[in-house]
């Protein structure tokens, strides 16, 4: 199959004032576009057959040997961008958690002040480029971790429920290299409606 750049549900402007429209529209349609064209690249080269992104990351170790590091960088760019997109709501549509991911939240850390202090961490701390993440462990757990570059959980058998770009390209214009104020804009904006979708999934 031939993968393409999905829709977003939200305008580029929707996101201001807490993400710009020039980088939300560059982030879309420059950099994840070019994750789409060179994993279609990449497939086609590798004459795999792929039903979904998902199978792909879970088995890139069937990959052939020449085009796995660009299956795992463009495979993983386009998910990893999908999943984040999905986790954004429009400025004052963003709902409070509930639900049984808020439940899990409270249960595993206590309360979501000190949830988000610690995903807050995660992210600052990230060195380079890369992702925060929150997911749902191999054991069933939920969990706070990041990745580096491209590299997806969902290749180390987690399930993704919530993401943060730290790659500066995900913030450097309204940000410059304050990534701590991007951490902070991103809470105005979390859309929870979809973390909690993904978590009963």
Do not use: C
């Not at 939920?142 to 770009?165: N, R, V, Y």
Request: hydrophobic share 40%.
């Amino acid at each position: 199959m031939k993968f393409e750049l999905p829709k977003l549900s939200f305008a580029y402007d929707a996101l201001e004032p807490f993400y710009d429209r020039q980088t939300v529209e560059i982030h879309h349609t420059k950099h994840h576009q070019a994750y789409t064209n060179n994993l279609n690249k990449a497939l086609e080269e590798s004459g795999l057959a792929v039903n979904n992104i998902e199978d792909l990351l879970k088995n890139l170790n069937t990959a052939p040997a020449a085009q796995k590091t660009a299956l795992t960088n463009h495979g993983g760019g386009f998910y990893n961008h999908n999943i984040f997109w999905e986790s954004l709501a429009a400025a004052g549509k963003s709902s409070a958690p509930s639900g049984k991911l808020a439940q899990a939240i409270e249960k595993k850390w206590g309360s979501m002040g000190a949830f988000q202090d610690e995903f807050s961490k995660k992210a600052l701390g990230h060195f380079g480029s890369g992702w925060a993440w929150l997911v749902v462990n191999t054991k069933g757990d939920l969990e706070i971790t990041d990745t580096h570059d491209q590299a997806s959980p969902i290749s180390q058998g987690h399930k993704p429920i919530l993401t943060l770009d730290v790659w500066e390209h995900a913030y450097y214009l309204k940000y410059k290299n304050v990534r701590a104020d991007w951490i902070a804009a991103f809470w105005k904006i979390v859309n929870w409606d979809a973390a909690e979708d993904k978590f009963k999934s």
